[in-house]
């Protein structure tokens, strides 16, 4: 069961240090950008001295100057940006990670489980080399486009675990581990339910479980889990939002 709500805190005073509102909610659904390079923002509620942003995957590192765009226009700019949170560690998530980083002086989360991913640029890394030869042409073309390039490769600054809470950053959520994907696949649960799934489900032609899968039990476990879970509005790493009753 999704126990967050007893992790948060929930006096005026914490909410006004600078924790997301409903308000901002609806900003941030109204103004989230999804096209093809699998990153969500999430406006943080201002304090009394600054304004802060979570990006949450960056997408691919062809997008680059679309991303910077739209970070900019969203009123996003270097020392705005609180954290840079990553799903799993697959090159269409992690693409613009080690820039934005560098850019921005901004440290990076994530599972520990992909940590390889990353610093290696190695998308086998932690998957059963089955996945290799399972999931046919559509996996083959996945991995054809490449691994995650020397240059945008990094060390991540912090690994967060399940049921970790977002707060230290102003961010009202919560870190779920959703292995199946990959084994260091996260998800981030908002208080209010939203969920930044990663690749656990995707929208590309229908809200779906994602058919790539590098450990079934893992993978099933996890939609298990999803199961228990308080969640309305899902953000998936690929495709529209979308509601949870939604899944197929
Ligand atoms: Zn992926």
């Given at each position: 069961m999704h126990t967050a709500a007893t992790n948060y805190?929930?006096?005026?005073?914490?909410?006004?240090?600078?924790?997301?509102?409903a308000k901002n909610i609806q900003d941030t659904e109204k103004n989230a950008t999804h096209k093809s390079h699998n990153?969500?923002?999430?406006?943080?509620?201002?304090?009394?001295?600054?304004?802060?942003?979570?990006?949450?995957?960056?997408?691919y590192s062809k997008n680059r100057a679309e991303i910077e765009r739209e970070l900019e226009n969203a009123g996003c700019k270097t020392g705005t940006l609180n954290l840079l949170i990553l799903t799993h560690g697959d090159f269409?998530?992690?693409?613009?990670?080690?820039y934005l980083s560098g850019k921005c002086g901004t440290k990076v989360a994530m599972h520990s489980g992909d940590r390889g991913m990353v610093e290696q640029g190695d998308m086998f890394y932690n998957r059963n080399m089955n996945f290799a030869v399972t999931g046919l042409g559509k996996l083959f073309l996945f991995f054809s486009r490449g691994n995650l390039k020397e240059e945008d490769r990094f060390a991540p600054d912090l690994f967060v675990k399940d049921g970790e809470d977002l707060v230290g950053f102003r961010f009202d959520a919560q870190v779920l581990h959703f292995p199946g994907h990959s084994e260091g696949s996260i998800g981030i649960?908002?208080?209010?339910?939203?969920?930044?799934?990663?690749?656990?489900?995707?929208?590309?032609?229908?809200p779906a479980k994602n058919s790539i899968v590098a450990d079934k039990k893992a993978f099933a476990d996890s939609i298990k889990k999803l199961k228990q879970l308080k969640i309305g509005t899902v953000y998936p790493g690929h495709g529209n939002p979308f509601h949870i009753t939604q899944l197929t």
């Open positions: 805190p929930n006096s005026r005073e914490e909410w006004q240090r600078g924790f997301i509102t990153f969500w923002r999430r406006k943080l509620l201002p304090n009394k001295t600054d304004t802060g942003f979570i990006l949450i995957d960056t997408g269409d998530h992690c693409g613009n990670c080690a649960l908002t208080r209010t339910g939203d969920l930044f799934c990663g690749d656990l489900l995707e929208n590309t032609k229908q």
